[in-house]
């Protein structure tokens, strides 16, 4: 069994064998054709010595232009040239030992040698190329007839990556979508045919085309569009191409991220840098959605030194283990001595407090873990950090605390209160609000995932129901960035783009999967404490930034005494949603 195994000493002893035998028939064709298939026996005196000197050059330029280490399967362009290279220095070699040694070959027609060029490349060629390309028709019938969208050069080098059986696609059309490659229409890249939009729903049927791959740069509006236009023609599944390194591609599935996600275009990478670069960073929930960006993007522009808090022991392992020189704090937010000792242990600069209770029906149901948690716990990092003089602290704050309808969203805005009306002394305190992050952590977006994937249905509370959303890693940057220009008592809406529907969402995340004949939608009705539409303002008064995608929202004013009588008396009243209401008048309870 063992024999049978292919090794590289047995492929190169294959060809050395087969090449000895093709170097024989291209020579001795060679004569037949300048004779036309009659050779005067005078001509075949020496051919044996013409065969071994010719066969000896051959073999030693195949040697030096290393076509032995050609890997048979993935014979290419390349590796051609290498061969043609081989074959002419090798009749370069021959011409020299001919006009040296002409009695060694006389007669011989000179001209029969330049003819063996030909043939011989065309047999040892064709042997090399023989395998790839039976591989290729035996596999050609499980591949995808694929169009590419975009030219490129990522569109030439997803080709290349087909034609080395690293993607399992067959390209059969290109398509231009913006307007500067218009000129590239009926040309050929790679042999296939360029077309326009146009010619789109008609070559997927002709062709019949069952997946795409993008290579172009698009906007979001745009990508919607053609998404949609991709779908209705009947393309089951759709891939980005991403650049890895100069040649090779990486393939990824369109996500409902690349339609939906606000991309902000204005973020400030050399400011965020200069806020965090060579600072000690606490970072409170660093084990969950929000935190663990916040931690990576620390580290990425240069914190110093990063103190790691959350009361998960689960969340904190994961984000340990992808920074295990970070100080690592088993610690809830609302123990305020642990806090303390904390703070004390560690000369810290900045502190970003991402830790809160945020899935309202739960809230609901554990009304006063989440004021314990999302109250106490903010007003004790608060506290903490105007004590040992953190130069910056940053509450993380969420739409649902503009006009509440529920704990979670009233418990927020409470410590946005607090923030905005503590007597800071050296702390700059700034609260950042913005709405939902794209794949967050008891998001609706893995819920609708998992949901799918299991054959439906797929579970919308209602119709109506519409929420802003942005991508984890922009929303966390542009934290950073509000904080470095913050300058403490600030109140920040980040723009979030326009309000998605939910039901919108989950019927473009069913057709991503293909799965729009055999996965429905029900409607489950709104859940404890939640609303239909979302709001980032509390009114129209909030103030531009330098930045378009950064407002400043109009302070509250709250004299601090009576906002802690008032959390102490929450504390002990029995009837925690009507201390809630004195604290926030606008809290107006959604107990369905």
């Not at 995808?144 to 080709?159: C, D």
């Not at 935190?291 to 009361?311: M, P």
């Not at 799918?452 to 802003?468: A, L, Q, S």
Request: proline share 3%; hydrophobic share 45%; charged share 25%.
């Amino acid at each position: 069994m063992t024999l049978l195994q292919p090794t590289f000493a047995k492929r190169i002893l294959f060809f050395l064998a087969s090449d000895l035998v093709l170097f024989f028939i291209a020579l001795h064709l060679a004569y037949a054709l300048r004779f036309d298939f009659v050779i005067d026996p005078k001509h075949m005196t020496n051919f044996l010595n013409v065969y071994i000197a010719l066969t000896l050059s051959k073999l030693l330029f195949f040697y030096l232009f290393k076509v032995y280490n050609i890997t048979w399967r993935f014979f290419g362009l390349e590796d051609a040239l290498q061969l043609i290279k081989a074959h002419v220095a090798a009749v370069l070699l021959f011409s020299l030992l001919y006009f040296v040694f002409p009695t060694f070959f006389i007669p011989m027609p000179r001209s029969a040698i330049v003819i063996d060029l030909f043939l011989s490349l065309i047999l040892t060629g064709g042997l090399r190329i023989s395998k790839r390309a039976l591989i290729e028709q035996l596999k050609q019938g499980s591949y995808q007839n694929t169009l590419i969208i975009g030219v490129n050069p990522r569109t030439s080098s997803i080709i290349k990556s087909v034609l080395s059986h690293e993607l399992h696609y067959s390209p059969v059309a290109i398509f231009v979508v913006k307007d500067e490659n218009r000129n590239s229409i009926n040309s050929y890249i790679n042999n296939i045919k360029v077309y326009g939009q146009e010619d789109l729903e008609e070559q997927i049927q002709t062709r019949e085309i069952t997946a795409a791959i993008i290579t172009a740069d698009l906007d979001q509006a745009t990508l919607k569009v053609l998404f949609q236009r991709l779908k209705d023609a009947g393309i089951k599944t759709i891939k980005r191409a991403k650049l890895l390194g100069s040649e090779h591609e990486r393939l990824e599935d369109l996500s409902i991220e690349d339609l939906l996600a606000r991309h902000p275009q204005d973020l400030d990478t050399k400011a965020i840098a200069s806020f965090v670069k060579g600072k000690n960073v606490l970072i409170t929930g660093a084990g969950g959605s929000i935190g663990s960006e916040i931690t990576r993007q620390c580290a990425h522009f240069g914190a110093i030194n990063l103190i790691l808090v959350d009361h998960s022991e689960f969340n904190l392992y994961q984000i340990s283990e992808q920074f295990p020189d970070a100080t690592h704090a088993l610690c809830s937010v609302a123990d305020r001595e642990r806090l303390d000792k904390l703070f004390e242990q560690h000369h810290i600069d900045i502190v970003i407090h991402a830790a809160a209770y945020k899935h309202v029906p739960l809230c609901e149901e554990n009304i006063e873990i989440a004021i314990a948690n999302n109250i106490i716990g903010t007003k004790n990092v608060i506290d903490m950090s105007i004590k040992h003089k953190v130069k910056k602290l940053v509450i993380i704050s969420t739409d649902k605390a503009v006009r509440p309808t529920n704990v979670m969203g009233t418990t927020k805005r409470i410590g946005e209160l607090y923030a905005q009306n503590v007597e800071a002394k050296e702390t700059e305190i700034v609260a950042v609000r913005f709405g939902n992050v794209l794949g967050s952590s008891g998001s609706v977006i893995p819920k609708f995932k998992r949901q799918i994937e299991e054959g439906g249905p797929v579970t919308v509370t209602d119709k109506k129901m519409t929420r802003y959303f942005m991508l984890i890693p922009e929303a966390c940057q542009l934290v950073l960035q509000t904080a470095a220009i913050a300058k403490g008592g600030e109140l920040f809406i980040l723009d979030m783009g326009e309000p998605v529907k939910i039901v919108d969402l989950a019927q473009q995340m069913i057709k991503l999967y293909g799965k729009e004949e055999s996965v429905e939608i029900t409607f489950t009705g709104l859940r404890p404490g939640e609303k239909l539409y979302e709001e980032l303002l509390i009114d129209e008064s909030e103030k531009k930034t330098q930045y378009s995608s950064i407002f400043i929202a109009s302070p509250t004013v709250y004299p601090i005494k009576k906002l802690e009588e008032a959390i102490e008396n929450l504390l002990i009243d029995d009837n925690k949603i009507k201390s809630l209401q004195k604290i926030v008048p606008e809290f107006t309870h959604e107990s369905c």
